[in-house]
């Protein structure tokens, strides 16, 4: 549910050859996507693809990341969304296309991109270098030349972007059928 006097859109689109840099916050995207062709810069921020619908199946959007953009997002060290750059609604459907980071796009993402119900695909040369990234989702698909890399120095590293620390955190896979 979204609260009022926060950041609200309809949507987010960062058109290609432009640039767009969020303050700090939580950005909450009501029932839109987040369509990247650009480059986004937020620090200590969140990206929040949900629906102010209280129904149990509304329309949730969907991340977009393509051709030659760069998303360069930290996730806050503190508050709700701690650790989380992007946080899409567990309401979303899980309907293709999905969520994508596609062709050529070099990103710095400090967090959790977190899809608990949806795919989230990188395809082509999709790049995305971190000091710490973590991603949950319902699958996470790598095809082409898609690369990530997560450069991990010690476990508590990770906790001045808001993930948690602790043994097993660094590399784990969950496969479920």
Not at 63 to 72: D, I, P, Q, R, T
Not at 147 to 161: E, Q, R, W
């Amino acid at each position: 549910m979204i609260a009022s006097g926060t950041n609200c859109w309809s949507s987010l689109r960062v058109n290609s050859n432009q640039s767009l840099t969020l303050p700090s916050g939580t950005y909450y995207i009501n029932g839109g996507d987040a369509f990247i062709q650009g480059n986004l810069t937020c620090t200590a921020c969140t990206i929040v693809l949900t629906n102010s619908s209280t129904a149990t199946t509304p329309t949730i959007g969907q991340l977009k990341v393509n051709a030659g953009s760069n998303v360069n997002m930290t996730a806050p060290t503190s508050g709700p969304f701690q650790g989380i750059a992007i946080y899409q609604d567990r309401r979303a459907g899980d309907s293709p296309p999905g969520n994508n980071i596609n062709g050529n796009s070099g990103s710095i993402v400090q967090g959790a991109l977190y899809f608990p119900s949806q795919q989230l695909d990188y395809n082509g040369t999709g790049t995305t270098n971190a000091i710490c990234t973590m991603f949950v989702a319902r699958r996470v698909n790598f095809s082409g030349n898609s690369v990530t890399t997560n450069k991990f120095k010690k476990l508590s590293d990770c906790s001045a972007y808001g993930i948690p620390g602790g043994s097993g955190v660094t590399r784990m896979v969950r496969l479920v059928a």
